[in-house]
């Protein structure tokens, strides 16, 4: 038989896989709006079932898992948001938070990119023992992090350090794929150029779109590398893009780039309200936060007594909701940052510390209750969940 002409195109081959995922796994979702609860239980579903199918390495650190159904489609989502997976491992059940990193117009499977943490129990259990054919449990797309129309300019200026770069590789690949009229000027800061994510496809993607800008910014280059080396410094910003005014700014990575570039952002006159952030989890060390009461080691082990019955041992320096799950209760918890409020406990009596920057609803406040995912123990407690 000829060969069809497409075949020589890059990619050809993956194409056509993504389109058959779609095809197997996808749904329409208009012909469901007429059955409104099917359709909200589809949009935002509790828990689903998602089968690893193909796992791909980036980095040495760094691997792709591509997820697709197990049971009913997936649900549709914005490219920026996250889904919260749930695993037993280290003999606890436990959750972390990690952006889609496909376009949500590749309806038939998400892809998430995990990045190795140190002492990671979840990343370390997902790079080292999940295989193909495994099945996960997650939960729907959760998060604020998404370009808003109404509210947001087409022109977006990302700031990623590390693994931040993932939700901001949905919204590219989603802009490139269905020629979305955004310019997307991306700043992406990494120690190494070996350490970039995606750094291929984004220097081929900004090779051959004009609305796609790429500007890698590594912190400890080798010598024979020839781009942008340091921080995303303010001169750097205002080099590549002259003015500030009508973009918006899109801040994802380590708390180190938050507390470095979010201030340069301010001195370039960005409003605060031009700039949004995603969620990034817990502080590294709590007790180098400000506000942090001195005579606290964050070692010291206090007493969590539940619901007036079993008391179980919190230490200061770790989150509420981490020493619940080490005790075996599994609370409901999506973000891991103080955000979704799934987590949330009554604090009946004693002292917690929460870091500056988590916001509480105001009747939250009122009533005692606290996000246990970063909310730390500075005395006996006593919660009622
Ligand atoms: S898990 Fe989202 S606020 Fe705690």
Redesign the pocket.
């Known amino acids: 038989m000829k060969k069809a002409v497409f075949e020589d195109f890059d990619r050809y081959a993956d194409i056509r896989r993504e389109i058959e995922y779609s095809r197997k796994f996808g749904v329409n979702y208009t012909r469901e709006r007429s059955m409104p609860e099917q359709f909200i239980h589809r949009l935002h579903p509790d828990r689903l079932r998602l089968r690893v199918s193909e796992i791909r390495e980036e980095t040495p650190s760094a691997r792709t898992f591509r997820l697709i159904p197990e049971h009913s489609p997936l649900p549709p989502f914005l490219a920026g948001q996250y889904i919260s997976l749930s695993v037993q491992t280290g003999g606890i059940v436990t959750s972390r938070p990690y952006s889609i990193a496909s376009p949500p117009n590749q309806a038939g499977f998400w892809e998430i990119t995990v990045q190795r943490v140190a002492s990671g129990l979840v990343s370390n259990y997902l790079l080292d023992q999940v295989r193909p054919g495994d099945l996960l449990q997650s939960s729907g797309p959760c998060g604020h992090f998404y370009f808003n129309p109404l509210f947001h300019d087409p022109d977006m200026v990302l700031i990623a350090g590390g693994a931040g770069v993932t939700p901001f590789m949905s919204m590219i690949r989603e802009i490139t794929q269905c020629g979305l009229d955004r310019r997307i000027h991306l700043f992406y800061g990494n120690r190494t150029l070996q350490a970039a994510l995606f750094h291929a496809e984004l220097t081929a993607l900004a090779a051959r779109f004009e609305n796609i800008r790429y500007v890698p910014v590594i912190e400890d280059p080798s010598p024979e590398y020839q781009g942008r080396n340091g921080l995303i410094t303010k001169e750097l910003i205002k080099e590549t893009l002259g003015t500030m005014a009508e973009r918006t700014f899109y801040v994802c990575g380590p708390q180190g780039l938050y507390d470095f570039c979010i201030p340069e952002l301010e001195r370039l006159g960005v409003q605060r309200r031009k700039i949004r952030t995603e969620v990034y989890g817990p502080p590294v060390e709590v007790s180098q936060c400000p506000g942090w009461p001195p005579q606290i080691s964050p070692d010291q082990v206090f007493s969590m007594n539940i619901n007036d019955r079993e008391s179980i041992p919190a230490r200061a320096g770790q989150p509420m ?1 981490t020493s619940l799950e080490k005790a075996g209760v599994t609370l409901k ?11 949330r406990v009554r604090v009946v009596s004693g002292k917690v510390f929460q870091p500056p920057g988590v916001a509480v609803r105001r009747s939250d406040r009122q009533f005692g209750y606290v ?4 909310s730390y123990p500075l005395e006996d407690l006593k919660i009622e969940l």
């Open positions: 909701l918890a999506l973000c891991r940052s103080g955000e979704c409020s799934m987590c996000h246990s995912c970063m």
